[in-house]
Antibody, heavy 121, light 113 residues
């Protein structure tokens, strides 16, 4: 059973960088699939941030591209999100998820439980 | 970007009755070479991550009850719950994966009348 678990600080100061890691169990990232980050501001809808392949290839949401870096560490079976220059608008629950096929143009079949990140001084 | 518009924003349905949720995309998500619609539906209960219900617009994910069905093609899609159960109270989202950025609808909240 594929399981994903987000980890990282729950509070980040404005203008700093938000860093989260997704640990994957039950499946080796190096075997394939794309792995993504999605966020959900409190009480609002879902926004795709970007996705990374096991090879390190990335696709980002253009609305966040200038501030986002997603990377993969197959040796640790993890992938990570860095979002720079955060503001209060970046306060959200951040989910990591696995795409359901080998391409990034696919649905998300497995999700982590999500972690709330609050941007505040 | 492909904009996904869901309607209604919320609906209240009696137990055992049918619930219908609509999703419209700003451009077609039908990939002509495969004749597949790049559209998924998710259910999200409070405090939980979204759960995949339907992909390719009408293919039910393994383990999803058959009272959930998806239909539509091109730009207009529907998620139907044929006989609403108490455990179906949730927010439902559509998502297109035809092109990046991947985008979601705004969600439809389903409650018991």
């Amino acid at each position: 059973q594929v399981q994903l678990q987000e980890s990282g600080p729950g509070l980040v100061k404005p203008s700093e960088t938000l860093s989260l890691t997704c640990s994957v169990s039950g499946y080796s990232i190096s075997r394939g699939y794309y792995w993504g980050w999605i966020r959900q501001p409190p009480g609002k809808g879902l926004e795709w941030i970007g996705s990374v392949a096991h090879s390190g290839s990335t696709y980002y949401n253009p609305s966040l591209r200038s501030r986002v870096t997603i990377s993969v560490d197959t040796s640790k079976n993890q992938f990570s999100l860095n979002l720079s220059s955060v503001t209060a608008a970046d306060t959200a629950v951040y989910y990591c998820a696995r795409h359901d096929s080998s391409g990034y143009s696919s649905e998300f079949g497995y999700w982590g439980q999500g972690t709330l990140v609050t941007v505040s001084s | 970007d492909i904009v996904m518009t869901q309607s209604p924003d919320s609906l209240a349905v009696s137990l055992g009755e049918r619930a219908t949720i609509n999703c419209k995309s700003s451009q077609s998500v039908l990939y002509s070479s495969s004749n597949k619609n790049y559209l998924a539906w998710y259910q999200q209960k409070p405090g939980q991550p979204p759960n995949l219900l339907i992909y390719w617009a009408s293919t039910r994910e393994s383990g999803v009850p058959d009272r959930f069905s998806g239909s539509g093609s091109g730009t207009d899609f529907t998620l139907t719950i044929s006989s609403l159960q108490a455990e179906d109270v949730a927010v439902y989202y559509c998502q297109q994966y035809y092109s990046t950025p991947l985008t979601f609808g705004g969600g439809t909240k389903v409650e018991i009348k």
